[in-house]
């Protein structure tokens, strides 16, 4: 059990039969009386944001979460597909739950899913992906108003900004925690 000396931000827990995680939080201690512990809570499974106040000596319960290492296999009607590497069970999540990583996930790359039971609430990419650029405008040398970056496209319909070098049919490499280029990929 946490108690309120434990909140801080990303803290999970379970709150209403439901895990939540703090996403912000703000400690007060008034003249007299007791500590107020102001916390922002972002419900995993929906996704709604609202304010909660605690005061010091209430217990919380722990979040039941477990992370498992998983392969990306495909894309159908109910969502994208992945497989347990230990059990070889499939589960699939919505396009809502994995947001913009989508843009990253190529065929049997690993990943990291965080379960909730037998739901998948999110997802933990590598750190990098390599990508083909599918589409990058032609650079127009003497163009550096835009300080030599252009808008390009890879092969899973993500756009970024590249250097102006980068031209389209090559691999690049992109940061999937900011979503920003990073280098070009030898093949």
């Not at 439901?18 to 107020?36: N, S």
């Not at 217990?59 to 990306?72: G, S």
């Not at 390599?130 to 650079?139: I, Q, S």
Request: charged share 25%; with cysteine.
């Amino acid at each position: 059990m946490y108690t309120c000396s434990d909140l801080k931000k990303g803290l999970k827990l379970m709150i209403d039969g439901e895990p939540h995680v703090i996403a912000g939080f703000d400690f007060t201690k008034p003249g007299k009386g007791q500590a107020l512990y102001k916390c922002k809570l972002r419900n995993m499974i929906t996704g709604a944001l609202f304010d909660r106040t605690y005061r010091s000596g209430e217990n919380f319960e722990p979040a039941p979460l477990e992370e498992r290492d998983m392969q990306y296999l495909y894309q159908d009607e109910t969502g994208y597909v992945f497989m347990d590497n230990k059990s070889y069970e499939q589960i699939s999540l919505s396009e809502e739950t994995l947001g913009d990583d989508r843009y990253f996930l190529v065929d049997n790359m690993e990943v990291k899913i965080l379960m909730f039971g037998e739901l998948g609430i999110g997802i933990t990419l590598p750190n990098f992906v390599t990508l083909r650029v599918t589409m990058a405008e032609p650079w127009v040398k003497g163009d550096t108003a835009a300080g030599n970056n252009k808008p390009a496209t890879v092969e899973t319909g993500y756009n970024l900004q590249v250097p102006s070098f980068v031209e389209e049919g090559i691999l690049i490499q992109i940061d999937t925690r900011t979503g920003e280029y990073v280098t070009r990929v030898k093949e």
